[in-house]
Antibody, heavy 119, light 111 residues
Framework: EVQLVESGGGLVQPGGSLRLSCAAS????????MHWVRQATGKGLEWVSA???????YYPGSVKGRFTISRENAKNSLYLQMNSLRAGDTAVYYC?????????????WGQGTMVTVSS | QSVLTQPPSASGTPGQRVTISCSGS????????VNWYQQLPGTAPKLLIY???QRPSGVPDRFSGSKSGTSASLAISGLQSEDEADYYC????????????FGGGTKLTVL
């Protein structure tokens, strides 16, 4: 079964750091672009970062310089290192697989992990 | 304020056809493909339509997508109660070194 399972969420103080992980199974992880997408409670979806199969990375301005996406193909794992966290970063964070049919479509999603930034 | 504009809500009765619009600009929908996601309450989003009008395996043909210029639409025919969900459009945006942009989402209610 193709599956993505996130972990690492929790409560962190403003200015703190957190590292999210995403374990992939059921497909050749190294052959796919991977993404992080977040959703604040009751709000819409926001793309957070992407990493290509060659390790190239992409970020929106809202997290650039604070978040770092990485992957470890030998462990079928995706990571998101989040630094200088702010209250506005509070959300459920989903990892998602880039579709082979459209590189900017996300065809497999994890169940999400909750990140709360609060003092 | 989302880059792509969707109506916040839509509704229909079982069996009806409903459409959800998604408006963008030349840097996103105007020059890239559009994808649609369905998010049932309390669950992760699911890819519904990719590359403007393609359905992933397992998505019923009641769902269809189209694009014209800087706008796109999702149509749902033969509306069913289980279609009640939030729907999001998304596209790559070429501005600011490139990024994925989403619509604000449309909550579909089946009356």
């Amino acid at each position: 079964e193709v599956q993505l399972v996130e972990s690492g969420g929790g409560l962190v103080q403003p200015g703190g750091s957190l590292r999210l992980s995403c374990a992939a199974s059921g497909f050749t992880f190294s052959s796919y672009d991977m993404h992080w997408v977040r959703q604040a409670t009751g709000k819409g979806l926001e793309w957070v970062s992407a990493i290509g199969t060659a390790g190239d990375t992409y970020y929106p301005g809202s997290v650039k310089g604070r978040f770092t996406i990485s992957r470890e193909n030998a462990k079928n794992s995706l990571y998101l290192q989040m630094n200088s966290l702010r209250a506005g970063d509070t959300a459920v964070y989903y990892c998602a697989r880039g579709s082979s049919g459209d590189e900017h479509a996300f065809d497999i999603w994890g169940q999400g992990t909750m990140v709360t930034v609060s003092s | 304020q989302s880059v792509l504009t969707q109506p916040p809500s839509a509704s229909g009765t079982p069996g009806q056809r409903v459409t959800i619009s998604c408006s963008g600009s030349s840097s996103n929908i105007g020059s890239n493909t559009v994808n649609w996601y369905q998010q049932l309450p309390g669950t992760a989003p699911k890819l519904l339509i990719y590359s403007n009008n393609q359905r992933p395996s397992g998505v019923p043909d009641r769902f269809s997508g189209s694009k014209s210029g800087t706008s796109a639409s999702l149509a749902i025919s033969g509306l069913q109660s289980e279609d009640e969900a939030d729907y999001y459009c998304a596209a790559w945006d070429d501005s600011l070194n490139g990024h994925v942009v989403f619509g604000g989402g449309t909550k579909l209610t089946v009356l």
